[in-house]
């Protein structure tokens, strides 16, 4: 087989299946296909492991692992998966195959080429994170109702960063918005009063698969 009838491969981390812990599908099982590598570091980021190694896998490699999960809903995540050329193929395929799929992504690098069948939940990077200045506003431009912005705050002055964005930038007219605290930093009933008493057309969410599993891997 010549390289140029080789299939599509990508570079992942891992394929499992699990409760999705955020997002407006939060508590629906899901097969989670993790891909490697992230240009970003954010500080409190809680999957490293997924900067580096993993293994190689066809596209009808990836489809038969996710086949054999038997479940609608599919979420491709990382690591940031755009960063790999060929999640885009991966996700229009999976659209193809008829399963529900979703996009978690930093949203530092470019959506608008993403399959407009996937949901793109577009992780704005604030302060807290040291990654803030990566953030793509350009990508606003892109977002439909069937997307999501999400942003994991740190403290304070998180908050107010992403409350200001909120209500400058009008974020509640574009799609669903998603306010999380970082674990163990933030207190979650601490953020959930913030937004009340601000009276912010936000979703509050936690981690539904920490709190049900800790910090393991593969949940």
Request: hydrophobic residues 40%; charged residues 25%; aromatic residues 6%.
């Amino acid at each position: 087989m010549t390289a140029r009838s080789r299939p599509p491969a990508l570079t992942i981390s891992e394929i499992f299946f699990s409760v999705q812990g955020e997002s407006s599908r939060a508590g629906l099982p899901t097969v989670f296909v993790r891909l490697t590598g992230c240009p970003l570091r954010c500080v409190w980021c809680d999957t490293e492991y997924a900067f580096s190694g993993g293994q190689s896998m066809t596209l009808p490699q990836i489809l038969d692992a996710v086949a054999g999960h038997q479940a609608r809903q599919v979420c491709v995540t990382g690591g940031e998966p755009l960063a790999q050329k060929n999640c885009l193929m991966l996700l229009t395929a999976l659209c193809d195959a008829g399963y529900d799929v979703s996009l978690e992504t930093s949203g530092a690098l470019d959506i608008s080429a993403v399959d407009q069948r996937v949901s793109r939940v577009v992780d704005l990077k604030a302060p807290g994170s040291g990654e803030s200045g990566k953030n793509r506003w350009q990508n606003l431009e892109q977002l439909t109702s069937r997307d999501e912005l999400k942003f994991v705050l740190k403290d304070r002055a998180d908050y107010e960063w992403a409350r200001h964005a909120v209500i400058e930038r009008r974020l509640d007219a574009l799609c669903p918005l998603l306010f999380s605290p970082v674990q163990e930093t933030l207190e979650p009933r601490t953020l959930a009063e913030w937004i009340l008493a601000d009276r912010l057309p936000v979703r509050f969410q936690v981690q539904l698969h920490k709190l049900l599993w800790g910090n393991m891997r593969g949940k």
